[in-house]
């Protein structure tokens, strides 16, 4: 399958700060890539769309000002987030849409782990 | 996107299959049935996709009813490696906005 990194794999910061995390998609054209976030023991919740060179689409309850997507290219999109506090601590995944076999495959980084001082 | 029902956890011993069932009532007529595997702080992996009667490959199986309401993920002989979250979903190919929605997931721990 297609090959997604992330960089870096785990981040601590102290409050205040800003963050930007790095996904590309290594072996394929991701037109749309895709930001999750994680809680320990819960399942992956949907952030936002990013789409190549046009606005993210950020899903309800999340704040766009506050989590800045940038999908300057077809292998790169970037989350900065900013004025990172405590609760903001979890695991951040991204992923990549590629035409595949299967029909809303996505190929999934290996996550990004942001702790937040 | 439909909403899917799966067991919190399973327990299994090395060796043995593993079914694990997924309720989907109001799966819609577009809508495919796709399973994620995701080990603790790695992303998810896609295991198997399927719309109705029965697919195999080479990690799993996956089980369709004729009504679509349920399907249920084989996993045959598994061993410790397979111990991790299994996620089911459903839902219709729209394009490039096509979201993923994850459910609870089902917790599959294997033991010697």
């Known amino acids: 399958g297609a090959v997604v990194s992330q960089h870096p794999s785990r981040v601590i910061c102290k409050s205040g700060t800003s963050v930007k995390i790095e996904c590309r998609s290594l072996d394929f054209q991701a037109t749309t890539m895709f930001w999750y976030r994680q809680f320990p023991k819960q399942s992956l919740m949907l952030m936002a769309t990013?789409?190549?060179?046009?606005?993210?689409?950020?899903e309800q309850g999340v704040e766009k000002d506050k989590f800045l997507i940038n999908h300057a290219s077809l292998t790169l999109s970037t989350l900065t987030v900013t004025s990172a506090h405590p609760e903001d601590s979890s695991f951040y995944i991204c992923?990549?849409?590629?035409?595949?076999?299967?029909?809303?495959?996505?190929?999934f980084g290996p996550g990004t782990r942001l702790t937040v001082l | 996107l439909a909403k899917t029902t799966q067991p919190i956890s399973m327990d299994s011993y090395e060796g043995q299959e593993v079914n694990i069932t997924c309720s989907h009532n109001n799966i819609a007529t577009n809508d495919y049935i796709t399973w994620y595997q995701q080990f603790p702080s790695q992303g998810p992996r896609f295991i198997i996709q399927g719309y109705k009667t029965k697919v195999t490959n080479e990690v799993a199986s996956l089980f369709i009813p004729a009504d679509r309401k349920s399907s249920t993920l084989s996993l045959p002989r598994v061993s410790l490696s397979d111990t991790a979250v299994y996620y089911c979903?459903?839902?219709?190919?729209?394009?490039?906005?096509?979201?993923?929605?994850f459910g609870t997931g089902t917790r599959l721990q294997v033991t010697l």
């Open positions: 990013s789409n190549e060179g046009s606005k993210a689409t950020y």
């Open positions: 992923s990549g849409r590629a035409s595949g076999t299967y029909y809303n495959e996505q190929f």
């Open positions: 979903l459903v839902g219709a190919d729209t394009g490039t906005a096509s979201k993923l929605t």
